[in-house]
């Protein structure tokens, strides 16, 4: 793989290539309804951006000042390469850095695990989010090494 790029980017700046990811991720192949992809929450957040130098932009994830993390999105082309795992990685040394103390998160079913193995706990039921099964989870930082 090339070389992954993971920076921290202002969304004023990068607004419209971090939205071309969430949009070919949740709204073309997970039928997500295209309004709810951005929100008044954007503004605000911490927003990565996953570059590879000869192929572009590959991936995008948000964290918010509360510790909500979402709209961590891969494209297609470029999934299984550690990329998600790595702005998850970067997020939460973010979160730390900030003085956050707990992350959370509503992971959609399928990708539980893979929160799981950067140690985020499933609670509560299985929700509907955009027509999509969810679970929260956590991510209590003061416990992790």
């Not at 550690?82 to 970067?90: A, E, V």
């Not at 799981?116 to 706990?121: A, E, L, T």
Request: net charge neutral; charged share 25%; aromatic share 8%.
């Amino acid at each position: 793989m090339n070389e992954l790029r993971i920076q921290l980017v202002d969304w004023n700046i990068a607004r419209e290539i971090l939205l071309s990811i969430r949009f070919e991720v949740f709204v073309d192949e997970q039928g997500v309804p295209p309004e709810m992809e951005e929100d008044a929450d954007d503004p605000q957040g911490f927003h990565l951006l996953a570059t590879l130098p000869d192929s572009g932009p590959a991936g995008t994830a948000r964290l918010l000042a509360n510790g909500h993390i979402g709209r961590l999105a891969v494209r297609k082309p470029f999934r299984g390469r550690g990329i998600g795992s790595t702005l998850l990685k970067t997020l939460i040394r973010k979160a730390q850095q900030s003085g956050i103390s707990t992350l959370f998160l509503n992971a959609q079913c399928d990708a539980e695990p893979f929160y799981q193995k950067q140690g985020f706990i499933s609670e509560g039921q299985v929700f509907q989010e955009a027509g999509i099964p969810h679970r929260r989870m956590y991510l209590h930082l003061g416990a992790r090494r």
